[in-house]
């Protein structure tokens, strides 16, 4: 017997997102939601939650279900308390006291460290915080968990934490995952289910699997849509010829067969739809290129937090033009530290003994939070200001970025995070640098705009360091890769 079924669900806000949607989930499915930044997945989760209602369609609960929902943001009334009592608050009042010894159990469950249990969530990592939103939500015991962008701040290590747990010790639970995450798709959906303004898809495999089948429903689809289109065409050229013979014959007989030829015509054409391709917005990078073989020299530099704590040295280091390093480590090890303090000596000017970077390096740089950009700016004011573009200029570029009139005029603080890293990735092209600084610059990005981003990187031969844990992209685009651990930081072959 099936979970949810949703039975022609359709929302439009103020586009369409999706349009009579059918699916049916049961017990131990793990499906993986995919669509491209803005077209939905977050508003069907919530739809599913109860949070709100669509314009169309209807979703029917099986009587008595349980869902557990885990959103992307931690809600700002949890940041003041302690990791234990965050999770501890998931449960009814009347329960907490009798069934607070979940609590330990589901933080065990993600090997969390017991010196964390009472601090405040404000101070845990993002990771840590996402592992307290997914035990909040699986305390509650629920039949279904909505997961919403789950992987998002987890190094390789919690990772797998993670991806253990949901294939192994989630206990049949079912599941409806919005990830952009392809390796993690791969590894822990059983189905996968692409949500699309007209005709979304569903398919018993994971992502990879997937797409490939949907990719050739969509070739099939087009070929019928051509053909239609020519029979429409051949149509209405016949109908013309009619016509024309009636008129000159006088024959009523004629006119009305050309009119019902003409009608035919019309309702193939009616129904002809292209095919829905994911666009949310091209990426593009641009390089504007350096004589200098060595951008930046190491010798040893001591990484610190901005307190002065020592995390790790870097030894000695040089970064040629056109390598493309990849930093990876644990949580918390130093790794968007380092990055800021390569962007204090590139960007801001400022002077770290051992480290050295060519006059001729042009940074581009963007963080996790993309900090870099105005909160208190409108897209279009930020990019007509900084880089000195006519309003229509713009405009243009703004719209090619997958950004509507309303986006454009809004403030960057009430954009989405996707919205948010398109804005930092358009800026970033338009600074034209021949050195990219990018602290987990998929993070937000859909699955086309990932694989933008690398087809981008490649072809213009960018010299870069960045932080991922994007295991596809860092397969696609890494030349180095740099490992942070044990006090230390060594190249891994």
Same mark, same amino acid.
């Given at each position: 017997m099936s979970l949810i079924n949703i039975n022609g669900l359709g929302i439009a806000s103020p586009h369409r997102l999706f349009h009579t949607l059918n699916l049916a989930i049961h017990p131990g499915d793990r499906i993986?939601?995919?669509?491209?930044?803005?077209?939905?997945?977050?508003?069907? =989760?919530?739809?599913?939650?109860?949070?709100?209602?669509?314009?169309?369609?209807?979703?029917?609960?099986?009587?008595?279900?349980?869902?557990?929902?885990?959103?992307?943001?931690l809600p700002e009334n949890l940041l003041d308390l302690p990791l234990i009592e965050a999770i501890r608050r998931a449960l009814p009042p009347a329960d907490r006291e009798a069934n607070a010894w979940r609590c330990g159990v589901a933080l065990d469950m993600f090997y969390t460290p017991t010196v964390l249990h009472d601090r405040p969530l404000r101070v845990l990592s993002g990771g840590w915080q996402r592992f307290a939103l997914i035990a909040r939500a699986w305390i509650t015991e629920p039949d279904l968990l909505?997961?919403?962008?789950?992987?998002?701040? =987890?190094?390789?290590?919690?990772?797998?934490?993670?991806?253990?747990?949901?294939?192994?010790?989630?206990?049949?639970?079912?599941?409806?995952?919005?990830?952009?995450?392809r390796q993690f798709l791969d590894d822990c959906t059983t189905r996968t289910l692409f949500l699309r303004a007209d005709i979304s898809r569903d398919y018993a495999h994971p992502f990879s699997r997937a797409r490939g089948l949907m990719a050739a429903d969509d070739a099939t689809q087009e070929a019928v849509l051509a053909k239609d289109a020519k029979e429409a065409q051949r149509l209405r050229q016949n109908a013309g010829r009619l016509k024309n013979v009636g008129i000159n014959s006088g024959s009523d007989l004629l006119l009305k067969k050309s009119k019902q030829l003409n009608a035919r015509a019309e309702a193939i054409e009616q129904a002809l739809r292209p095919v829905e391709q994911i666009r949310s917005g091209e990426i593009k990078l641009s390089n504007r290129g350096t004589h200098a073989k060595v951008l930046v020299s190491l010798d040893n530099i001591a990484v610190t937090t901005p307190d002065g704590r020592h995390l790790f040295r870097t030894g000695a280091l040089k970064i040629f033009q056109g390598d493309r390093i990849v930093i990876t480590g644990a949580n918390g090890v130093g790794k968007s530290q380092f990055v800021r303090m390569l962007r204090e000596v590139m960007c801001l000017g400022d002077e770290i003994p051992g480290i050295t970077a060519s006059p001729s390096a042009v940074v581009g740089y963007i963080d996790q939070q993309m900090s870099q950009l105005p909160a208190d700016e409108t897209a279009h004011g930020f990019i007509a200001g900084s880089f000195r573009l006519g309003d229509q200029r713009s405009l243009s570029l703004l719209a090619s970025a997958g950004f509507d009139i309303d986006t454009q005029r809004r403030k960057i603080a009430q954009m989405s995070p996707g919205q948010k890293a398109r804005l930092g990735l358009l800026a970033l092209r338009l600074t034209e640098p021949n050195f990219y600084l990018m602290d987990e610059p998929t993070n937000h990005v859909d699955i086309a705009g990932q694989e933008r981003l690398e087809d981008e990187i490649i072809s213009h031969g960018a010299t870069c360091v960045l932080v991922s844990h994007d295991r596809f992209f860092v397969r696609a685009i890494g030349t180095r890769v740099l490992v942070v651990g044990d006090g230390g930081m060594t190249e891994q072959g």
């Open positions: 993986g939601l995919i669509a491209g930044n803005g077209a939905g997945k977050s508003t069907l =989760l919530r739809c599913i939650a109860g949070q709100t209602e669509a314009g169309s369609g209807e979703i029917t609960r099986k009587r008595g279900l349980k869902i557990g929902y885990v959103e992307q943001d909505l997961l919403d962008e789950p992987t998002n701040h =987890l190094d390789l290590d919690r990772l797998a934490v993670l991806e253990d747990w949901i294939r192994y010790g989630s206990e049949g639970v079912a599941m409806l995952i919005a990830s952009h995450d």
